[in-house]
């Protein structure tokens, strides 16, 4: 019995080396550490996150503050602190932040734009 799959749209030739190059890359990835002493996830302490600042913050932080207690509801165990920063200073809070990684937040709101420079 032959079996073949067709797929709907053939893939261009460089679509498909750059697929096979990621497959590859990530195979490549480093092992990351199973925290072997305890033996499960650790879902306690403190998420920072870091949010651009908007001139008008209002309704983001309404989006925010609701996505925020749903997340402690699942994770009661957890402290959620959400800092906006100020869209003048992000990439100087950024780089200091790579830095010194004690300083870096959890999670980071990050615009295409900002990866150009």
Known sequence: ?????????????????????????TACAPQ???????GKDEKTGTLRV???????????????DAAVSTFKKAHKDTKVTIEYIPVETRAQRMKAAFNDPKSAPDVIEYGNTDTAG
Do not use: C, H, I, Y
């Not at 799959?5 to 750059?18: I, N, S, Y």
């Not at 990351?32 to 305890?38: A, L, M, R």
């Open 1 to 25: 019995m032959k079996l073949s799959v067709k797929l709907p749209v053939k893939l261009p030739a460089r679509t498909a080396v750059a697929l096979a190059a990621l497959v590859v890359a």
């Open 32 to 38: 990351t550490s199973d925290n072997s002493s305890s």
């Open 50 to 64: 870091w949010l651009f600042q908007e001139v008008n913050n209002g309704p983001k932080e309404k989006v925010v």
